[in-house]
């Protein structure tokens, strides 16, 4: 019963697939459905996607209402709705993911930062799986146009939230990166508390509130816990932990740009700006960690980050 990369894991399953899929998962987005879907042989006679697709589900962005269309206009594709759904489960028959990861491009690991997830690969004949899905198709219903227009019209009435789940991705692009965009991280807690607007320039405010957006810390959080869980979010991306490898023998601007524009794929002259942020972030969210060389544009590891 391996475990597997649930990006992979998911495209695999489904590029193996003979003619039947079925995909359950509370949180949906729009482009990981179309991501997964492009990837589904000819011979594939039914797709079927159980989802919760609450009104609330649809407000706050961590499910979209757009995959009615992106299932139901698949040849055999129907998409049915459980209101209690929390399992996460990818079928091709023969094999069966189960686990955490729902079907977004951050609990598949295709946007960072990324959920720590996990799916582990079970036969499609293991005791009682073939009986749970039945019953779960039995008790849930069958999204019709009717029903989504519904679900929208009481979305469109529910007061959107400050700061979005992380299921919410912020570009429709695969395996995009997300790097911090605010040039005074000292000042992301204020932002997060609901101030800051007159206290920092326009751009840096903005900055702040998509950087909060991507990091989506939770509400009612105290200063530590808050500075705790940015750290948290930033040890766990691989580029960051690249960075950290790199700083051992000290990293000079120029060595940051290209790494910069090769992990993120743009151009060196404009890495120049993402890493200037950067190091802001790293000197203030590690300052025992990382320090800057007097006089020379050069990162330097001066111990390991701590472990939360």
């Known amino acids: ?34 991501s997964l879907i492009a990837h589904i042989p000819d011979s594939i006679t039914e797709f079927v996607c159980i989802t919760r697709w609450l009104p609330e589900d649809i407000a706050s962005g961590v499910c979209d209402i757009e995959i009615f269309e992106d299932v139901t206009n698949l040849r055999g594709g129907e998409l049915r709705v459980h209101p209690h759904l929390h399992a996460k489960f990818y079928s091709n028959t023969n094999q069966c993911l189960v686990g955490s990861a729902n079907l977004t491009g951050r609990g598949l690991g295709w946007h960072t930062p990324a959920n720590v997830e996990l799916l582990v690969a079970l036969p499609g004949d293991f005791p009682g799986l073939s009986d749970w899905e039945a019953a779960l198709l039995e008790s849930s219903v069958t999204a019709t146009k009717e029903l989504r227009d519904q679900i929208l019209a009481e979305a469109d009435r529910i007061q959107k939230p400050t700061y979005y789940s992380p299921e919410v991705e912020e570009s429709e692009e695969p395996n995009t990166i997300w790097v911090p965009t605010c040039t005074v991280p000292d000042r992301l807690w204020k ?10 320039v326009t751009s840096a405010y903005d900055a702040a509130q998509s950087d909060l957006a991507a990091l989506s810390p939770p509400l009612g959080l105290d200063q530590a816990l808050f500075e705790a869980y940015v750290s948290g979010i930033l040890k766990q991306m691989p580029f960051i932990s690249e960075i950290d490898s790199l700083a051992s023998t000290g990293v000079t601007d120029l060595q940051a740009h290209q790494f910069l524009s090769e992990r993120l794929d743009i151009e060196v002259t404009s890495a120049e700006h993402p ?8 000197i203030h969210y590690f300052g025992d960690s990382y320090r800057l060389e ?15």
Not at 2 to 13: A, E, H, R, T
Not at 275 to 282: E, G, S
Not at 294 to 308: A, D, F, N, Y
């Open 294 to 308: 007097t006089g020379q544009e050069v990162l330097v590891k001066g111990k390991e980050i701590p472990s939360r």
């Open 1 to 34: 019963m391996p475990v597997v990369d649930p990006g992979k894991g998911v495209i695999d399953l489904v590029l193996s697939s003979d003619n039947r899929i079925v995909i359950a998962a509370p949180y949906i987005k729009s482009h990981s459905l179309r």
């Open 191 to 200: 932002v997060y508390q609901g101030s800051g607007a007159d206290s920092i």
């Open 275 to 282: 890493w200037r942020v950067l190091k802001l972030w790293l």
